[in-house]
Structures are given as C-alpha cells and as structure tokens.
C-alpha cells in the first residue's frame, strides 16, 4: 500500500465520506487512490475557497469533519479565507494541502511556498507528515483534532504519498470530550439564582437541538435571557425552539442591549466583541459591572455542561416549561409591490418550507431577516462567523451534500457572492437543492454606511469608486446560467414568492437576481 | 494631516499612479484620502487576487509599482496567490493591507488574523507601521524596496491612519541600483571566449530591449546560445530580436536540451529547476558538468552588466551586429478548419497585430505559441513565472491600465480562468482594451498528462471526476456577458480569425471561446 493509500483508507475508516477537492500535480497520488475507496465521495471545486467553505457547510450541519484536498502553498493561500471563517465557527474541518517532494524542495521550484507559515494563521492542528509510514497516524490525529471544533492542516510530501510501505495497520482517531467540573456548574448556578438581571449566552453546539432544549429550561427556571453571539455558526430555529436573541453588529446597540445585564453565563462562546474598533467605544460589548462567567471550555461538551446546569437549577424537563419560553408558529404573509431589503426577508420568512437550510451572507439586506423567523417551522440558519467574505455560496454547496434531503436557500449579497461564484457550478454539477437569492444592491453598501458613520456627508468620486457595483451591473442570470444554474431575475415580492417557489419545487440549484430598489 | 493623507501624498510623490483595490472598514480613511490626491487612480477589483494579478501586470509592463489595498488578513490571503506570482516574477508591487485599531487587536474581533505570519510567505520587504508619524517613511520605504524587484508589504493599523500628525514632510525613495563588479564581468568574459558550448541565460529587466540587444552582441561575437527560465515574466520578442528559447516544462526535455551546455552564464535569473519533483529525474536541468557562473547579484542593474559583458567581449555595436543573430519578419498564415490547440497557436501568430501584449496562461493549449512568435512584429510577451493558476486576467487587466495605447491579448485556459474571472468585470469597468481567448479544452487537461506520465492508463471515475471540467459545460459567453464583456464563441480558425480582427477593431474588452477538438 502506498502513502496516499494509507492516508485514504485511514480517513474512510474514521468516517470521513466526502473529499472537497482542488488538486495538481503533487496530489496525483491521493486523486488516484480514491479511485478504489469507495467510501469517500471526491466533489470538485473550481477554486479552492469553494472547496474550504463547502467543508465549511457540510461540517457545520453534521458536526464531523470533511476532508479537503488542494495543491501546495497556492491552493492553500485560495481556500484560506474560508478555513478562517471555518476557524472561527469551529468547524470540523481534515485539511491535506500536497507538498512537492522532499528531495525537491531544496531547489525552490516555481510554486514552494512556506506552506507551514500559511497554514498557521488557521489551523487548530497542523502537522508536516515525516514519513510514508505515520501517513496513518498523521491523518487519525487529525481527525481527532479537528472534532474538537478546529481546522486540521496535515501537509503531506509528494514523495510520501507516492512510496510504498509495509505497513497496512489503519490507524483510528482517538477523541472524547473533556469531562464536566462540577464546581464550575455549581458556581453558575448560584449566580444565575442570585435574583440578578442575567443573559445565558450560548454558543457552538449548544445551538443544536438538545442544547437548545437545555437553554430553554434553564429560562424557564431562571427568568434569564437566551442571546448568542452576533454570527452564529448554527443554530436551529423556529417554532418549539426558545428564541435566542444575536449581539447586534454595530457596537451602538449591542452595548444599549447588554448594558441591562448584572450576570453574563456564558456557554460554548466567547465573550462578545465589536466587529471593529471605534474611536470611543470599547472592544468589548458587556459592561464593566457585569459579572461575567464562563461555565466551559473548548474541549468540553457544551450541550451536557448546559444540561448539569439545568438539573443543578432543578429546571423542569422539556416537556414541562411554559409555552412563553418557546416560540410559537407565525409566520409573516408574502408582501407585495417593489422589492426592497425588508420586503425580500418579509418574501423569504413567508414561503420557505420547514426543515430548510438557510445560508446567511446577505449583510445589510437580511439584517431583518432574523428577527422575523422565531415562529416559523423549524429550521437550520448558519451565518457569517468569521466575517470573511465569500462563505455563503461554498457554504450551501457543503450544506446541501451534508443533507440530500433538504432544501437549502443561500440569502447572499451581491459583493460577497462574487468572491466566490465559482462554487454555482459545483452547485450544478453536483445537481444539490440550493436556491441562491441575490441581493442585488449593486454596491458595497456596508462601507457607504462606514462612510456615514465615519461622517464623510458625501462620497467622493473615488470613494464612490470603490463601493460601487453599477457600471457595469452584475448580470446574475447571465453568470448563473453560464455555469449551469438556472436563473431568474425579480424586481416585486410578488415575483420573488412565485420564483422561490418555482425553484423550490424543481430538483437541482437555482438563482434569483433581486433586484433591489 | 492624517496617516492615510500622509501615506496616499507620500506614494503620489513617490511616482505611484495607480492603486487596484478592495477595501473594506479598516481602510476607509484611506479610501477617503484617495479622493483627495488626483495622481493616483483607484481601481475596484471584486476580488483580492484580481488586484495582486493586476498590480503584477502592471509592474511587469512599467517596471514600476503599483499600489495595492487589501482589507485585514483575509483580503491578504484572498491576495496571496498572484503576490506569489510577482514575487517569482520579481515584479515590483507596494501592498498596503490595513489591520485593525492596535488598542482593538486584543479582543480578537472575528475578521482578526496574524496578518505578519501570512504576508511574510510573500514578502521582499514588509512592515507593520508603528505610528501614524512614520507612515510616510513606511511608504516610501516600500517603494524602495519593491523597485529591487520584491513585493513590500506595509501593515497599517486602522487608528494610526485616522490620527492626526504634526508631520507633514513627504519623504522620498531612496533606490538605487548596487554597483557593477568588474572582476565578475572578467570572469564571465574569459569563460565565454573558452571555445566550450555556451549558453547565455538571462532574466528579469533583461528580457527587455536594451537588455535583448546586449544578448544579441555577446550572442554575436561569441556563438552562445541565448535562453531564459522556462516562465519568463515579460520578454520583449519579434523581428530584430534575438530569438530567446526557453528551458522546457517537462523536465526530460528540459535536461535533454541543456545537456549540450560545457558552460552556462546567468544574468537576472536562477539556475532553471524543474517545475515538480518525478522520481528518478534530477530537480536541476543544467548537467553537473556544466560550469555554472551567475554574474550579477538581484540589486544590480543587470542590463547594465550585460552591457558591460559585450563590451569586455569586444562585441561589435547592435547597428553591426550579423542578421543571423537576430530574428527576421515571419508570419505564419491562419489556418483552417476545426480549431485544435496547435491551429489555435497559429492563428493568434498570424493575427495579432504590431506592440501587442499577449499575457499567456494558456498551458497545455499555448504550448506550440512561443516558438511561432521569433519573426512576428515587435510585441511583448507574459507567462506564469509562478506556477499559480489564475494569474492571466488580472495581469491582463493591469497591463491594459498600465499601456492604454496597446492592446491585450489573454491567451486564457478555461480551468484557470475559473481563479480570477472577477477580472473580466474590472475589464468592462474600465472600458479596457483586452481580448480574451477561452481554450475551452474543458479539463485540467494538464492534471491528465501528469496521470498518464505516473504510469496510470486509464484514469478511473473519481479521478476523471477532479480533472474534467464538462457538466456542466462552462458557457464562457454568459459568463463573460454577466461581468459586462461582449463575447462569442467560435470552434474554427476561421472563426477565431474573424473574432480576433473584429474584437481588436472595437474598444474595450471582449471575449471570444475557443471550443477546441
């Protein structure tokens, strides 16, 4: 068996079922032998921020690691900006970047780069495999690292994928959470029993099912309010779900809404941060007073510590909480007329199916969107964690391949979606049920707000120059179809509920350009 | 004045016309100061690689730098890919990438990466500025050091450029090439007067005129072989010039050709190696035998030391030098018929018009170009110095900036156009004259050779699956259209022919498909 055999047959074993895949010359080896592992499904991107931010998709939704392949420091310095994105969500996330063989890098041929030093600025784990034989190990442990919630980097040598070994032992990943401290869980509860106005702030899988059920009872007990962060990775939604409030994105009024807390329990997430620094206003969004605790760490199961805590309170169970805890169906009713930001979340909110998918990256056109959606069937909302651009799209190629039998809808902005509009043609050739909504507003129109906020009165023409989308429009349809989705553009409500449905009831990826007034 | 006035006043002084950018919150004062300093003309690219390929194009043509503005460390890594290219193509480029408010940095706000560790996998020169004060050293500084031929990379925090300064003195570059060393020209002199088989290999600044014309004396006198690295950066070629040949891709060929040479001199450029590393087959294409001299050092001019080699050489002036040595007009006629790679070649040779800019990223399709070209009118002439796919349309973008009075010509691989197809909306943006030709191979057919040439004969599904880039076809019309680029597509030379001649009759960008047999 060779290196990349080793490799391939290890990753099959520790449950890795798909490969997102940009390879050259130095994978050969890995391409061919997926060839004969039929348990690992190789999905091609056509630029390696697809391939990242797809991994991204898929492990958000299954919370288990997809495998990427791509080629040497360049196709690790593409797909970056994705695996950041997916760092900051803590997706599970196996990285193998190829490496020019060992006796060859000596000679810094066109395409070396310090791979290492690229992968560093996002892995969770990283490893330079040393020889064919730990290919085995190498990968398992990768494996293991990554389901703490971190991108894996395993870099491996051309010459070592190509080399025949004697081994055949299959290494398997080794992984189990941290156990509970039961003081830290007894700490928390004494705080949130201490009659003080307290936020229970939760993040990472505890935005799952079972952890969201833990939250809810821990409401019910202790009257504390549900936030998560500004962009949570995932979190599932709707009706029968408690409503989790998010920090909002300016730092003005997340600060108002958390200027309210004494007590800050926090779970599965960090302390909440302003996007940006401004002058003036302070980095860190709770206030000073609060007393802020966090009741886990990164290596522990966030939803049972959610639920020791729950039982440390004596919460009711589940079944028992008050129905005020939870949300109930409503669901808002299509507007009609021109379409605008609001009237396209208004559109959305109203005809999408339960169980759906919704891929968040439409910026200052879904900022309503959210809001809107606590009553609705249940459903998946995954957002822009890592506020790197160009998640959306990969995102709901990985989301769609993680779950066939779902429907995804990509909400994404028009600035961000070309960062990465390769990933539409994955989309169709993979035939996955992703509907993307353009939120064509032809400009950067966050940085026209920077703009205000900076209390520029008016953009100049340079400035404008570089926030503008118009000149020439984007022409949505056009590039959707030219990569194989088909395409519509809509300009009322009205037409968007009927092209929503539309693509909603055919098999296979669709687009809609809205164009927005 | 603040930071970013102090910077945007220092790069205009220091002769930076051009700035290809993507800014986003952290660079806002920056984008504002841009519209008060009329030397310098903002250049949107929708993706960060679009600006790196550009700023490349640019410097690859001026021979000065462009700046580049890139947002945080993801707009860096979105850049990386073609900084690595101008780094190997030794391109001059000032990269200004902005980071957050310093008093912001510790609450690792969601965008926040280790912008050094990443820009340092490209970096000639870099720099994190300290204070809003050295700002204006910081940049110039830069352009300094990106006239040796080296991406500068300039963090600037967003707060040091908001901030006012007491300073307003613009400082200057200080450059200035290393001297010349004679004992070395000596040397090179007495090894090539040795009656032994001679190569002379150059590179860099001598690839242009004044450096084609000393090649063509030392050729004259002495009987050497003119060469250059198999992806040289820009080469001025057709009649009246040397025919300069390139070292193969492949590396048999490569070591096959060279193994002639009792005695190579480099000027401008390494010893060649080969592109990846196959078993059994050396990394360095010149034989052990050879004598190897590098007779200048990458700070000095080395047009002036080639000079200064045909003098010491008494070579005879350009204006007595024998016709032999230099290319004579030779035009090959279009072809006709179902357009294959090799009819593709011949028909853009027979085509192109006088003081053209062909920017290849053709690959296996545009491997018969080069050797048609020798007798063409003068043109210039860019390849893939680096080896990282999708530098073609962006490099084709900053040339058109950087010659409006020429036209372009991309000769473009379908899977690598996929990178940086962005670039085709900045082309309709600014109205440039760049002509697109699509190889539509419609796989990364190179990826297949390198299948065929591990011993695999015939490549399983999975495999086929990662290199064949049909289903769904890419419609490159549509594609082109929805980025603003009238386009057509044809399947025979005579097609090709009449797109050409209609696409360069006509301003502004245009695409033409090749769907090749």
């Known amino acids: 068996m060779n290196g990349a055999e080793l490799l391939v047959k290890t990753a ?17 080896p890995i391409v061919i032998a997926l060839d004969s592992e039929p348990g690992i499904k190789p999905v091609l991107g056509l630029f390696e921020g697809v391939c990242t931010g797809a991994a991204d998709g898929y492990g958000r939704m299954l919370d288990k690691p997809a495998m990427t392949l791509l080629h040497l420091g360049p196709g690790l310095a593409d797909g970056i900006v ?7 969500a803590k997706t599970p996330i196996v990285n193998i970047i190829g490496e020019h063989a060992t006796w060859h890098r000596a000679a810094d041929p066109p395409l070396a780069m310090d791979i290492e030093k690229l992968a560093s ?13 730990a290919l085995s190990l190498d990968l398992a442990e990768a494996v293991a690292a990554s389901m703490y919630g971190q991108v894996a980097n395993l870099i491996v040598p051309n010459d070592y994928q190509w080399a025949e070994s004697a081994v055949d032992h299959i290494a398997a990943p080794q992984f189990s959470f941290a156990p509970i401290d039961p003081e830290r869980i007894e700490q928390a509860s004494r705080l949130m029993r201490a009659h003080r106005k307290a936020a229970l702030m939760i993040g990472g899988r505890a935005l799952r099912r079972r952890g969201l059920l833990a939250a809810a009872r821990i409401k019910a007990i202790t009257g504390c309010d549900l936030l998560t ?3 949570p990775p995932y979190i599932e939604r709707g009706a029968g779900f408690p409503d989790i409030m998010r920090v909002p994105y300016f730092p003005e009024p997340a600060i108002d809404l958390l200027s309210a807390y004494e007590v800050a329990v926090l779970a599965g997430v960090k302390e909440p941060v302003a996007f940006f620094g401004y002058k003036g206003i302070a980095s ?8 802020k605790f966090r009741i886990d760490t990164d290596s522990q199961n ?3 510590v959610l639920e020791a805590l729950a039982d440390a309170l004596h919460a009711p169970p589940y079944s028992k909480i008050s129905a005020t805890v939870l949300s109930e169906l409503a669901r808002p009713t299509v507007p009609s007329g021109e379409l605008t930001a609001e009237k396209a979340c208004l559109t959305l909110a109203a005809v999408q199916p339960e169980n759906v998918i919704i891929v968040d990256e439409g910026l200052t056109t879904s900022v309503g969107y959210y809001p809107l959606t606590a009553g609705l069937a249940p459903h998946s909302y995954l957002t822009l964690t890592g506020g790197a651009l160009g998640y ?17 809808i990509n909400f994404e902005a028009d600035g961000s979606a070309m960062y990465t509009v390769q990933a539409l043609w994955t989309q169709a050739r993979e035939s996955l049920n992703v509907t993307t909504l353009i939120c064509a507003n032809r400009s950067y129109n966050i940085l026209k707000i920077e703009l205000i906020r900076a209390g520029i009165e008016s953009i100049g023409p340079k400035a404008l120059s570089l926030t503008d989308l118009d000149q020439p429009y984007i022409n949505w349809v056009r590039i959707a179809e030219g990569l194989g989705v088909p395409a519509a553009s809509v300009n009322t409500a009205e037409g968007l509920s009927r092209e929503l449905a539309r693509a909603l009831s055919e098999p296979g990826p669709h687009l809609i350009e809205m164009i927005l007034v």
């Open 12 to 28: 099959a074993k520790a449950g890795i079922e798909i490969c997102f895949a940009n390879p050259g010359t130095t994978e050969m």
């Open 392 to 408: 959306g799209m990969p995102c709901a190629v990985g989301a769609a391949l993680a779950c066939p039998d779902r429907q995804v």
């Open 121 to 133: 600025a996002v892995s969770g784990w990283q490893r330079t495999n040393k020889s064919p034989i």
């Open 229 to 231: 962060d500004g962009f």
């Open 284 to 291: 860190k969004l709770l206030p000073e007073k609060c007393e």
């Open 82 to 88: 994705n695996l950041h994105n997916a760092r900051r």
């Open 302 to 304: 966030v939803v049972e």
